[in-house]
């Protein structure tokens, strides 16, 4: 059975780590993804395999909750800081539900893992050789992520939160008078273009994959009631 689908933004929430990342010049090896189930919008942060429980919390109170407040509920995986009796009893005590995954059905936090999984890719593709610079390529990353249309919703998360979307360097013109530009600031701004292009390309590339796969499987059937299924 699916979850139920939520209402509003930043209401029902998913959380998962992406670890075993090269460790970065920062000491980051590990990156902490908050999913918003609703508006599909991401939140990349980077943390250390090592990050306990309370500073996990720290975290998602910095990044998050000073954007969208707290959630309703939450959906993990069984991870040990998720597990442990801090991370339960804070959340009881802003009334907020925890649900846990269960062993072997990873499905069930499902929206994290086709994040985790899109980011992999989006981030082998900016890095290229200089893979301990991967955290300095979140941030826009995360912007570009949440920039594009989401196949489920048929909008980007921007649209769904903040009813607006935000111009990115793809809507920028090019830049005419190559006397009067900053080098540094031409190839910062020509360095997100390539970001956004690369997440166009991915997003398009991941739903032709899926959709083949998921049709190969596809069947239609009918049930009647008191059949076997």
């Not at 460790?23 to 919008?41: E, H, L, P």
């Not at 993990?76 to 846990?100: P, Y």
């Amino acid at each position: 059975m699916p979850l139920p689908i939520p209402s509003q933004p930043w209401v029902d929430i998913n959380k998962d780590f992406v670890i075993g990342l090269p460790r970065t010049q920062r000491g980051n090896d590990s990156i902490y993804v908050v999913v918003d189930r609703f508006s599909k919008m991401a939140h990349f942060i980077p943390c250390k395999k090592t990050t306990d429980t309370v500073r996990v919390a720290q975290l998602y109170f910095r990044e998050v909750y000073r954007l969208h407040s707290l959630p309703v509920s939450i959906v993990s995986d069984r991870n040990t800081r998720f597990l442990s009796h801090f991370w339960r009893s804070l959340w009881k005590m802003v009334n907020t539900q925890l649900n846990f995954s269960m062993a072997y059905h990873p499905q069930t936090d499902g929206q994290t893992e086709v994040v985790n999984k899109f980011l992999g890719n989006l981030l082998r593709d900016l890095v290229g050789e200089h893979v301990k610079s991967w955290d300095q390529k979140l941030n826009p990353a995360e912007f570009a992520h949440n920039h594009a249309v989401n196949r489920s919703t048929g909008f980007s998360p921007f649209q769904v939160v903040y009813s607006v979307t935000p111009r990115g360097p793809l809507d920028l013109l090019p830049v005419q008078d190559k006397t009067r530009v900053h080098g540094k600031a031409a190839d910062f701004v020509h360095g997100l273009q390539e970001i956004h292009e690369t997440v166009h390309n991915n997003l398009k590339n991941a739903a032709m994959k899926y959709k083949a796969v998921a049709d190969r499987r596809r069947r239609h059937v009918e049930f009647e009631v008191g059949d076997f299924v």
